[in-house]
């Protein structure tokens, strides 16, 4: 079994359609991430979390939302999906700290599709 | 605005040969420097660290940092098909930050 496992991995839906991701982990590290990936472009980081209770923006954080439901599983939230949203979502986690926190195990992705 | 910058590609290198990936970082303050392999339709897999000047080597796998330059850059030696992948170079600005570049596309050719 993966050590990030990602639900569901393809999602086909319609704008205005509240969509969730789903999240696991079993590495046992405290610091997750929600990115996307669009063609061209780098991975974009959406929120992070350090621990259940620390939650915090990326760089293109408006229209997602987080939840950490316990150190092990962290979703994301799109209340109300719009076409530019289509994208490929990873979940990624990684140690708490020292250098090592730039490595970051991936789980296998979300294609989305909003149409 | 921190930028990582890549070549897109595609690059490519005939089997055995040696594929040289190069990236280039706008902020002279980052830190750490990665170097993921990509395969199509898959995630992101961490294959090089580096963190200071210099090379450093790992098998098939050398990367090379300098600073001054602002300038890291990835070597594969004896280059096989199964090395065919998107490579994608990351920075480590801060205790969280990695700023992503948008990949290189590498061929082998057989």
């Known amino acids: 079994d993966a050590d990030v496992t990602q639900t569901p991995r393809n999602r086909i839906t319609k704008t205005g359609k509240r969509i969730m991701l789903e999240c696991s982990q079993t590495?046992?590290?405290?610091?997750m991430y929600w990115y996307r990936q669009d063609p061209g472009l780098g991975l974009r980081l959406i929120y992070y979390?350090?621990?259940?209770?620390?939650?915090n923006k990326g760089e293109i954080s408006d229209g997602y939302s987080v939840s950490r439901q316990a150190q092990a599983k962290f979703s994301l939230s799109l209340e109300s999906a719009i076409p530019n949203q289509t994208a490929l979502y990873f979940c990624?986690?990684?140690?708490?700290?020292?250098?090592?926190?730039?490595?970051?195990?991936f789980g296998e992705g979300s294609r989305l599709t909003v149409l | 605005q921190k930028e990582v910058e890549q070549n897109s590609g595609p690059l490519s290198v005939p089997e055995g040969a040696i594929a040289s990936l190069n990236c280039t970082y706008s902020d002279r303050g980052s830190q750490s420097f990665f170097w993921y392999r990509q395969y199509s339709g898959k995630s992101p897999e961490l294959i090089m660290s580096?963190?200071s000047n210099g090379d450093k080597e790992d098998g098939r796998f050398t990367a090379q940092l300098n600073k001054a330059s602002q300038y890291v850059s990835l070597l594969i030696r004896d280059s096989q098909p199964s090395d065919s992948a998107t490579y994608l170079c990351?920075?480590?600005?801060?205790?969280?930050?990695?700023?992503w570049g948008a990949g290189t596309k590498l061929i082998i050719k057989p």
């Open positions: 580096i963190y």
């Open positions: 990351a920075v480590r600005y801060s205790n969280y930050q990695l700023i």
């Open positions: 590495k046992g590290h405290d610091r």
């Open positions: 979390s350090f621990d259940v209770k620390d939650i």
């Open positions: 990624a986690t990684s140690e708490l700290a020292g250098p090592n926190t730039g490595e970051l195990f």
